[in-house]
Structures are given as structure tokens and as C-alpha cells.
């Protein structure tokens, strides 16, 4: 899934723009966030078929935070029942330079939209609970 648009619903771009994200070169896209808000940011994307046989979603970045822990989440458009699946989460300390990948197989219809072939993820950074002991 290569990015087509970018969306922030919470945070805002400082340097680079969606172009920096599609290959692991060192070009970044910086981008701030309030710790109580975090981040929500939702991508775009096009699948070459309706019905494909898998989806790789990869994920590089380093995050740095002003609380001890952060929840990262990402998730896909449902188009059937209209609302986000988490196909990943994570708890991660204050700062953490990270690579993964998302493999997903299966039925995978669920996430192209009949018709237009679009797709949607989201990748939320939010404060994580704090525990009393």
C-alpha cells in the first residue's frame, strides 16, 4: 500500500510531506503532536484488485514522546461494516526508532471499497493508561 493522501486529524507536518514515506531512503516527514491529543493520522491508498491475496503494510519511524509510554495503533477501513479494524498494536517507551511490517492474507475483500478499489489505514499514537499501584 503506497500512500496517496495523508490526513491529520490530530498533529501537524513540521518537514517533508506523504512523497518521503513511500521508500526507506533517510527522507522524513517530521510531524508534532499534543501528548493529550496524540496522533491520528489516515492514509489513503488504491488496490490493484477487489479481492487481493494479501496486504503488506510497513512502518518505519522513530517516535519521541514526553510520556513513558504511547499505545501505537494501526488499523484498516472495513467497508463492510464501516469502521476501523486494529491489525496492529503496540505500547512504546518514550523513544524508539522502529521497522515493521503488517502481513494480512485471507479474505481481504473487507478492505477495498467495491467499485473504487480504495483503501484506508490509520495509525493512531495515543497516551497510553497510567497505573496506580
Excluded at 517533508?16 to 491520528?40: A, C, E, H, P, Y
Excluded at 504511547?70 to 522502529?98: G, H
Aim: proline content about 5%.
Amino acid at each position: 500500500m503506497v500512500s496517496e493522501n495523508l490526513n491529520l486529524e490530530t498533529g501537524s507536518i513540521l518537514e517533508g510531506d506523504i512523497t518521503d514515506l513511500d521508500f526507506s531512503d533517510n527522507q522524513s516527514m517530521i510531524v508534532k503532536t499534543q501528548i493529550r491529543r496524540g496522533l491520528n493520522a489516515v492514509f489513503d491508498a488504491s488496490s490493484p484488485s477487489e479481492s487481493p491475496t494479501a496486504i503488506e503494510l510497513t512502518f518505519e519511524g522513530f517516535s519521541v514522546t514526553g510520556r513513558p509510554v504511547i499505545i501505537q495503533e494501526i488499523a484498516l477501513y472495513n467497508f463492510q461494516t464501516a469502521d476501523y479494524e486494529v491489525v496492529r498494536t503496540k505500547r512504546m517507551p518514550i523513544a524508539e526508532d522502529e521497522s515493521f511490517t503488517v502481513d494480512l492474507s485471507g479474505d481481504l475483500s473487507r478492505f477495498i471499497e467495491p467499485g473504487t478499489c480504495k483503501m484506508e489505514a490509520r495509525m493512531v499514537h495515543k497516551p497510553a493508561p497510567r497505573r496506580f499501584w
